[in-house]
C-alpha cells in the first residue's frame, strides 16, 4: 500500500520480474511514494552474463525516475572507446573476402563525448537490488496467468504454486518467450 497522503496511496502494485526493468520501475514508484511488491520466479536476483548499453535519452529516464538509479549506473559504467554509434553490414560479404570495418559501415551516428556507455547487466541489478526494501520482493513467484478485473475492479494474478494475489495494477514481462508471455502491457482493475 501506498503511503498515506501520497499520490497513488492505498494502490496495489504488483511487478511481475525482478531483472533491470522490473527492480528500476518499482525504484521509480518507491519514490513517489507507491509501494510495490516484485515477484520474482527465481530464487534470488540474478542476471545474465551480458552487457548492457544506455544511451544518453535512456540515462535522462533514469534521472526522472529516481536519481540513485542513474547513480547506480554510474558506479559500475564502462566508457565505450569511442563517442560514436556505428551500424555494421555483418551479412553482405563472402566468407572469403576480407573487409574492413569502414568498407562495412553503414552508419555513424556521434553520441557526444561520454554519450554511450555500458555495464556488465549483473552489476547495473546488484547496484539497483541494494536500494529495494527486502518487504517488497517475493521470491519463486512465476506468473501462470490472469483475470480481466472483476466487479471490484482489481485483477487475480495467479503463481505456478498455486497462490494467487489481487491487484490494482499487474506489470509483467516474460523475456522474449512468447510460451510464457501472458502480457507485455500494463493490466489495469
Same mark, same amino acid.
Given at each position: 500500500?501506498?503511503?498515506?497522503?501520497?499520490?497513488?496511496?492505498?494502490?496495489?502494485?504488483?511487478?511481475?520480474?525482478?531483472?533491470?526493468?522490473?527492480?528500476?520501475?518499482?525504484?521509480?514508484?518507491?519514490?513517489?511514494?507507491?509501494?510495490?511488491?516484485?515477484?520474482?520466479?527465481?530464487?534470488?536476483?540474478?542476471?545474465?552474463?551480458?552487457?548492457?548499453?544506455?544511451?544518453?535519452?535512456?540515462? !535522462?529516464?533514469? @534521472?526522472? %525516475? &529516481?536519481?540513485?538509479?542513474?547513480?547506480?549506473?554510474?558506479?559500475?559504467?564502462?566508457?565505450?572507446? /569511442? *563517442?560514436?554509434?556505428?551500424?555494421?553490414?555483418?551479412?553482405?560479404?563472402?566468407?572469403?573476402?576480407?573487409?574492413?570495418?569502414?568498407?562495412?559501415?553503414?552508419?555513424?551516428?556521434?553520441?557526444?563525448?561520454?554519450?554511450?556507455?555500458?555495464?556488465?547487466?549483473?552489476?547495473?541489478?546488484?547496484?539497483?537490488?541494494?536500494?529495494?526494501?527486502?518487504?517488497?520482493? !517475493?521470491?519463486? @513467484?512465476? %506468473? &501462470?496467468?490472469?483475470?480481466?478485473?472483476?466487479?471490484?475492479?482489481?485483477?487475480?494474478?495467479?503463481? /505456478? *504454486?498455486?497462490?494467487?494475489?489481487?491487484?490494482?495494477?499487474?506489470?509483467?514481462?516474460?523475456?522474449?518467450?512468447?510460451?510464457?508471455?501472458?502480457?507485455?502491457?500494463?493490466?489495469?482493475?
Amino acid at each position: 500500500m501506498g503511503s498515506q497522503g501520497q499520490p497513488g496511496a492505498g494502490l496495489d502494485v504488483s511487478i511481475i520480474g525482478g531483472g533491470i526493468a522490473g527492480v528500476t520501475l518499482a525504484l521509480g514508484l518507491l519514490a513517489r511514494g507507491i509501494i510495490p511488491i516484485v515477484y520474482e520466479r527465481a530464487e534470488s536476483f540474478r542476471e545474465v552474463g551480458a552487457g548492457i548499453g544506455f544511451t544518453p535519452n535512456s540515462e !535522462r529516464a533514469m @534521472k526522472v %525516475l &529516481d536519481p540513485r538509479i542513474h547513480a547506480a549506473f554510474k558506479r559500475v559504467t564502462v566508457q565505450n572507446g /569511442t *563517442d560514436w554509434f556505428m551500424w555494421m553490414d555483418g551479412f553482405s560479404r563472402k566468407d572469403d573476402e576480407m573487409q574492413s570495418d569502414e568498407d562495412n559501415l553503414i552508419h555513424k551516428m556521434y553520441l557526444g563525448e561520454r554519450g554511450f556507455e555500458g555495464c556488465h547487466r549483473a552489476d547495473f541489478l546488484e547496484e539497483l537490488i541494494k536500494m529495494m526494501p527486502k518487504d517488497t520482493i !517475493r521470491f519463486r @513467484k512465476s %506468473l &501462470d496467468s490472469y483475470n480481466d478485473p472483476g466487479d471490484d475492479g482489481r485483477v487475480r494474478l495467479r503463481f /505456478t *504454486d498455486g497462490s494467487t494475489v489481487d491487484t490494482d495494477v499487474g506489470m509483467a514481462r516474460c523475456r522474449n518467450d512468447p510460451e510464457k508471455n501472458l502480457t507485455n502491457k500494463p493490466v489495469y482493475g
